[in-house]
């Protein structure tokens, strides 16, 4: 967020003024996302009340369900390299397994 909108409270933590302006996060750029997919916790103090929420961020170029397909395939991926660098650091060793 760009520095111009935060405030910063006497405790030192940076905060918003209330107002129904939009303030953009941050700038779309080919080699950069300003912001993961996920889900995020948004705090508001206002007149010694706290408020929470949760934001969710969403991507841009794929529906939910395809981003979760994704998702599920890379960790599948991920779960199998981590077997297979296993097995060979068991076979390194001289040790066998039991299967």
Known sequence: ???????????GLPYLQ????KYPLYSYDNEFYG???????????YEDRDYFSLVEVVPQ??????????????ERELK?????LIRKNIGLDGTKSGN
């Open 61 to 74: 170029h794929l529906t939910i369900n395809e981003w979760d397909l994704l998702k599920d395939d890379l």
């Open 1 to 11: 967020m760009p520095e111009q909108y935060v405030l910063i409270d006497e405790e």
């Open 35 to 45: 912001i993961r997919v996920g889900k995020y916790e948004l705090h508001i103090k």
């Open 18 to 21: 209330p107002s129904s302006k």
């Open 80 to 84: 199998g390299l981590a077997q297979d």
